[in-house]
């Protein structure tokens, strides 16, 4: 619902299934960084269908909560691999690490960006 309202106020192209999954993941909620990293490495590919719509592209992926960023990070090296020229990652919600203080959100954003 969010990549569909983002494309139409932008006047893009909505292609929800260009990514699809290869394998199923299991749950990600209690593994850390990495770990969430090597269980949903390969676990995405471009849909055949699309796969002529990627290279050169400047491709928006939408996330409805941003975590660790194991899995848009597996999504775009997909897209790039297909040619994309850009990935822009937009996220309606963050996951901050346990233990951040306020005055350290600014740093961690600035990090991520």
């Given at each position: 619902m969010i990549?569909?309202?983002l494309a139409k106020d932008a006047g893009q192209t909505l292609?929800?299934?260009l990514l699809v999954r290869k394998r199923r993941t299991?749950?990600?909620g209690k593994y850390s960084a990495r770990e969430r990293a090597k269980i949903v490495s390969g676990a995405f590919a471009i849909s055949p269908r699309y796969a002529d719509r990627v290279r050169?592209?400047?491709i928006a992926l939408v996330d409805d909560v941003y975590?660790?960023?194991a899995t848009t990070d597996a999504c775009v090296k997909i897209l790039k691999k297909?040619?994309?020229n850009s990935v822009t990652i937009?996220?309606?919600a963050r996951v901050l690490p346990m233990g951040l203080e306020r005055s350290d959100l600014a740093s961690a954003l600035a990090a991520d960006a």
């Open positions: 990549a569909r309202i292609i929800p299934d299991q749950a990600l050169g592209k400047n975590t660790t960023g297909a040619g994309a937009f996220c309606w």
